[in-house]
């Protein structure tokens, strides 16, 4: 008995999966004399194996990238390497983070891969794919950005295809946007699968850039006390 999976297609056209069983048949002698071919649809099966291994190596790849995130020396450190994570996950060659400055109440690129951008470019909230993002704290894709309509004025040269754009959110606290893209002529488009495990990353990534300020927070304000604290040793050696 012979069996395999392959691909067949619907008279409708649809594609799907069919176990094909091949079993032999004998005459009294032991020789075969034909062959009886039966198919058995187990698309639904075959997808849901799928989804399982997809999980799985999306699971492996998320923990290998918290481990390199907990790893960074420094903030700047990190926000490179998150952005290198990010369009490694999604195979694309560009990509950025963007954080939230809440004494501007606006958001500052602080990263970006791939396109001819300036690292400190500041978008309004609401203002083009970004400022959407942080205005409303839920993901976006778009197809072409090239073509879409509300593109930032600072980003309308940049040759973006297909993009996707998730908050950063701690806590329901939005520490900024990070963003993945596809360069140039390209057909390739995120999917929402896509969407989805960059917002895994992202919450992953926004924890990790607040752990990172309120590290480098405590390291200045150790420093200043130690400045304090030497002064008024100077002062008390001076007086004694």
């Known amino acids: 008995v012979f069996r395999a999976t392959i ?4 008279k409708s056209g649809e594609l799907y999966y069919e176990e094909k069983t091949i079993t032999p048949l004998l005459d009294a002698q032991g020789n075969v004399t034909h062959f009886v071919s039966t198919g058995k649809d187990i698309t ?3 997808l849901a194996e799928q989804e399982i291994r997809r999980r799985a190596e999306e699971f492996a790849a ?5 481990r390199d995130l907990a790893g960074q020396p420094d903030l700047p450190s990190l926000l490179q390497t998150i952005v290198e994570r990010a369009t490694t996950l999604l195979h ?3 990509g950025g983070i963007e954080l939230y400055d809440p004494a501007r109440d606006d958001l500052e690129l602080v990263v970006v891969k ?8 500041r978008l309004r909230l609401g203002e083009g794919m970004a400022g959407r993002v942080a205005q409303t704290h839920q993901p976006m894709r778009v197809d072409d950005y090239r073509t879409w309509p509300d593109r930032a004025p600072a980003y309308d040269g940049a040759p973006v295809s297909s993009t996707v ?9 939005l520490i900024g946007v990070l963003g993945v893209n596809e360069i140039g002529a390209t057909e390739h488009e995120f999917t929402e699968a896509d969407v ?14 607040r752990n990172a300020r309120l590290l480098a927070e405590t390291r200045q304000r150790l420093k200043e006390l130690e400045a ?7 002062l008390r050696t001076a007086h004694a």
């Open 7 to 10: 691909k067949n297609r619907k």
């Open 44 to 46: 639904e099966r075959v």
């Open 62 to 66: 998320l923990y290998e990238t918290s």
């Open 92 to 94: 694309a060659p560009g």
């Open 114 to 121: 791939g396109i001819d951008t300036h690292v400190g470019t």
């Open 165 to 173: 754009q998730v908050p950063m959110l701690f806590g329901g606290e």
């Open 196 to 209: 989805r495990l960059l917002s895994l990353l992202a919450s992953q990534a926004a924890s990790a850039v």
């Open 228 to 234: 304090v604290s030497q002064i008024s040793n100077a």
